[in-house]
């Protein structure tokens, strides 16, 4: 496939995002997503972050394997937990498990630093190639534990999460600064919700669930 093919079933995979947002806006509270998170979705080449053998399936909108038992998110999730995020240009923001970093580069599009980190090194040394070739110059991937956050480089003013953890790291929340938001699933594997966490400018919390999802299990935690 070519590039103007990809860009083509790029821009089908937003109409789907924008579809499925209107289906599911009563739970979600919110019928359109940021258009500047759209605008993004419409942009990042996801076919350069999945396998070699699945490229013609990256824009369906659905998650796909990447091996050692993970998963790309699917694009609707991807975009939901961006915006939920509410991320501004200035922002430093913290991934838990980079995968095969296309969560990351969407990330980076919006924020001024992307601080990763993913616990398997293969998964790690593949997902730093694909961002170099991509051009993204402003997420740093460490090799990890996740759970535990990353100390050196907080607090950060957004934190999101692609691994679930039974119940949400404190870590991570301690991690997050005043005036932070945080997106992670969190649960049993059976009852797993995206939960949007609010630290206000005092430090208090306050969480969302936000709709029903799967997501694999938070290793380390």
Do not use: C
Not at 79 to 102: F, K, P, S
Not at 188 to 212: A, C, N, R
């Amino acid at each position: 496939m070519n590039e103007g093919q990809f860009a083509a079933l790029r821009q089908h995979m937003v109409a789907e995002i924008a579809a499925t947002t209107v289906l599911v806006g009563e739970q979600i509270g919110k019928y359109n997503l940021d258009a500047r998170v759209m605008e993004i979705m419409g942009k990042v080449p996801r076919h350069e972050f999945v396998p070699l053998d699945l490229k013609p399936y990256a824009y369906l909108n659905r998650p796909l394997p990447i091996g050692f038992d993970k998963t790309i998110s699917q694009p609707f999730i991807v975009a939901l937990m961006t915006d939920l995020l509410e991320i501004r240009e200035d922002d430093i923001v913290l991934e838990i498990g980079t995968g095969l970093g296309y969560q990351a580069a969407v990330l980076a599009e919006l924020a001024h630093k992307v601080y990763s980190i993913e616990i398997l090194e293969e998964l790690a040394v593949q997902a730093r190639k694909r961002l170099d070739h991509a051009g993204y110059a402003n997420i740093e991937i460490i090799l990890g534990n996740g759970y535990h956050g990353w100390p050196e480089h907080a607090p950060f003013d957004k934190v999101i999460v692609t691994a679930a953890p039974d119940l949400i790291p404190p870590s991570l929340i301690n991690q997050l600064k005043p005036g932070g938001r945080m997106a992670v699933p969190a649960g049993l594997p059976e009852s797993q919700q995206l939960i949007l966490v609010v630290k206000d400018l005092d430090g208090k919390l306050s969480t969302k669930e936000i709709l029903p999802v799967r997501f694999s299990e938070l290793e380390g935690a």
